[in-house]
């Protein structure tokens, strides 16, 4: 049997023992309902409230400022969609990038047919909002920016606090999509001009269906599931004391390993691009070499289909994803691959390797093997790749 090499971290992460330890007694022992009055629901309430003060420490924000969702793309939904009911007094301009994740884009265009206009924000080639085109954007009736603190494809850190600052200035709200940057590279939401953020549990090694909005204190925005009196009036439903618990503990020993999980898997990040860039020629790096996630890795690879590249590489139990949107039904590649100005051809050869704590340079250099193998054999295959080969001969 093939060694499991798991390369998407960026999708999902493994739940860590400890965070599956600390959340079992609230299945069976403290099983109690947070929102009863009696003293065995108590144990479930304590424990959500760590779970919070956990979570608002790493933020630097008080803990009553986190509300617990299903995960990232509730809280996006819940920002978004809140913030436009909320101030459509004001305005009804709402202003994003064009390379955010489909939870914030496709709740931008469901506001669109509900009468509110949406500026989508170009990028660079390396996928950065420039602040003088946020600024260039904003108007008078602008209420809401929403950007994302790290793409999810290219890896690109967004320079958050530079236009956190400038939606400020102009008494605009700012949101940020966190779901691949918390937990992974610090962040102050006070220091960074943040009012809202979105997380997701299962990125950071905590369970799935958990994840929370930070919403700073004085922003009025009502509920996006109604029903009971549940986080504080402004998220219904029983909560999910496990999730939360699990939640908690993960963001805990997220916060207490940062530093040293970015160092090894920046050296490992860099030594796998500096590796591909010099044995696989045609070769492109997407996204930042320098304001990155620590553990992206996306590449293009001309002459190849993403999809072909992907299945090969699971054959040899290596775990990636693809820049295409081939694999869910779309012959379209990637949204964010297109804005950064890659053309069609190009950015349907994208492959992009997350990296976690767990991985070795060992790993890497097998992948790396497999990669030169996998991408040598699909361009001989490339009516494409034997047409230029002979026009450069």
Same mark, same amino acid.
């Given at each position: 049997m093939k060694k499991l090499i798991y390369l998407d971290h960026a999708a999902t992460t493994a739940t860590r023992p400890e965070v599956v330890e600390a959340m079992l007694p609230y299945f069976t022992?403290?099983?109690?309902?947070?929102?009863?009055?009696?003293?065995?629901a108590s144990k479930s309430k304590t424990a959500i409230q760590h779970a919070r003060k956990t979570i608002g420490d790493a933020l630097g924000v008080p803990d009553r400022d986190?509300?617990?969702?299903?995960?990232?793309?509730?809280?996006?939904n819940w920002a978004i969609k809140a913030t436009a009911d909320a101030y459509a007094s004001k305005g009804k301009h709402i202003i994003t990038s064009k390379i955010e994740h489909h939870a914030v884009l496709h709740t931008c265009e469901y506001l669109e047919k509900h009468g509110y206009e949406v500026t989508?924000?170009?990028?660079?080639e390396n996928g950065i909002v420039k602040?003088?085109?946020?600024?260039?954007?904003?108007?008078p009736d602008t209420v809401l920016v929403t950007i994302m603190f790290a793409n999810n494809e290219i890896g690109t850190v967004e320079p958050i606090k530079e236009l956190g600052a400038i939606a400020h200035k102009h008494?605009?709200?700012?949101?940020?999509?966190?779901?691949?940057?918390?937990?992974?590279?610090?962040?102050?939401?006070?220091?960074?001009?943040?009012?809202?953020?979105?997380?997701?549990?299962?990125?950071?090694?905590?369970p799935k269906?958990?994840?929370?909005?930070?919403?700073?204190?004085?922003?009025? *925005? @009502?509920?996006?599931?109604?029903?009971?009196?549940?986080?504080? =009036?402004?998220?219904? /439903?029983?909560? &999910?004391?496990?999730?939360?618990?699990?939640?908690?503990?993960?963001?805990?020993?997220?916060v207490a390993t940062m530093k040293e999980r970015a160092e090894k898997e920046i050296e490992l990040r860099d030594y796998m691009m500096e590796r591909i860039m010099k044995e696989i020629p045609y070769t492109r790096i997407n996204g930042s070499k320098t304001k990155r996630l620590p553990g992206n890795v996306n590449f293009s690879f001309q002459f190849i289909e993403g999809e072909s590249l992907l299945i090969m590489l699971d054959m040899e139990?290596?775990?990636?994803?693809?820049?295409?949107?081939?694999?869910?039904?779309?012959?379209?590649?990637?949204?964010?691959?297109?804005? *950064? @100005?890659?053309?069609?051809?190009?950015?349907?050869?994208?492959? =992009?390797?997350?990296? /976690?704590?767990? &991985?070795?340079?060992?790993?890497?250099?097998?992948?790396?093997?497999?990669?030169?193998?996998?991408?040598g054999r699909l361009r001989e295959?490339?009516?494409?790749?034997?047409?230029?080969?002979?026009?450069?001969?």
């Open positions: 022992q403290n099983y109690g309902n947070a929102s009863s009055v009696y003293d065995f986190i509300y617990f969702t299903a995960g990232g793309s509730e809280s996006d989508y924000l170009d990028v660079d602040p003088e085109d946020l600024e260039a954007a904003i108007r008494g605009v709200l700012f949101h940020t999509d966190a779901v691949q940057a918390f937990g992974q590279i610090p962040i102050n939401a006070d220091e960074m001009n943040i009012d809202m953020l979105s997380a997701s549990g299962h990125k950071l090694n905590g269906g958990i994840g929370f909005l930070y919403i700073r204190k004085g922003i009025k *925005i @009502g509920p996006l599931i109604h029903g009971g009196a549940q986080e504080r =009036r402004r998220r219904a /439903g029983t909560e &999910n004391v496990p999730g939360i618990v699990g939640l908690g503990k993960a963001v805990e020993i997220a139990g290596i775990c990636a994803s693809s820049g295409s949107a081939c694999t869910s039904g779309s012959l379209d590649p990637s949204h964010v691959l297109l804005a *950064i @100005g890659l053309p069609h051809e190009i950015a349907h050869g994208s492959l =992009r390797m997350t990296l /976690g704590e767990d &991985n070795t340079k060992e790993d890497i250099d097998f992948v790396i093997e497999q990669l030169k193998r996998i991408v295959m490339s009516p494409l790749y034997e047409d230029f080969v002979k026009k450069h001969k």
